[in-house]
């Protein structure tokens, strides 16, 4: 059964969370909701590229690019898929906030790519800098929201948890698989989706789609699935607190209308 976003109570959650994880923002005005374009509908300004074996902020093959407003991972310039997975960071850490995605999937697949990453991508909340990874390191430390679209048949849960390099607790339990199913419908074809995240410092996170949440967990730590894990130099255990959102090129291109932040460090008020 999906929950209704507003039918738990997340201003209060909300209220109850936000202490000392976040830096005061005395100066917001709480009567509004300020939220942070962070495409800006034009080009790439403030987002970061990173792909294997590529120095970081070059944007392989122009894989990421903005077409017609639209900020796009597209593959016109692959003859062939070759495993090379990357990822589009904006070059600035939250800890307390909901961001907020409007996208599609369009198209098909170039030649190589992966029957997984068919109508496959994701939002990666709480991701370590891309300065941080390794020269091989395919996926950031992060915790993916994914983002999947069905083939126009088979049943596929969307809004699922990936946890490279992270362990997280589920309903209590402390959970180690690297992909947890959410409580979701399909999504087929090209329309247009609304993927939102509520994320606050290590202690809550809700995936909503379409205003339903599909996914909630928290306590995310350093562990877990990632094959370079051993060579990054974090501590196991460590909690998750905060990080960069980025965003995937797995193979299948997709658009994203709109990328916005609410900063929710300084937010005391349950009015606000």
Known sequence: MRIS?????????????????????????????????LFNGENLENWIAKFPQ???????????RVTKGLLQANYTEYDTFQN??????????????????????????????EEWAYRNNGL????????????????????????????????????????????????????EEHCISADSKTFHGDQWIIAEALVLGDSLFHHILNGDTVM??????????LPEFDTLNFVKGTPLTEGLISIQAESHPIDFKSIAVLNLCGCMDEKA
């Open 84 to 113: 090379e997975f990357g990822h589009l960071f904006y070059d600035s850490i939250f800890s307390y906030y909901r961001v907020r995605s409007e996208y599609r999937f369009v198209g098909e697949q170039p030649p190589g790519g």
């Open 216 to 225: 909630t967990y928290a306590k995310p730590t350093i562990g877990g699935w």
């Open 5 to 37: 976003y507003k039918s738990i109570g997340l201003f209060a959650i909300i209220s109850s969370l936000l202490v000392l994880g976040c830096k005061s923002l005395d100066h917001r005005d709480t009567t509004t909701e300020e939220w942070i374009q």
């Open 124 to 175: 990666m909340l709480h991701c370590q800098h891309p300065s941080t990874m390794t020269n091989l390191q395919g996926f950031p430390m992060s915790l993916e929201f994914q983002l999947l679209g069905g083939n126009g048949t088979d049943a596929r849960t969307n809004g699922n948890l990936c946890t490279p390099g992270c362990d997280v607790i589920i309903d209590g339990e402390f959970v």
């Open 54 to 64: 590529q120095p970081i902020g070059h944007n392989y093959k122009n894989t990421f």
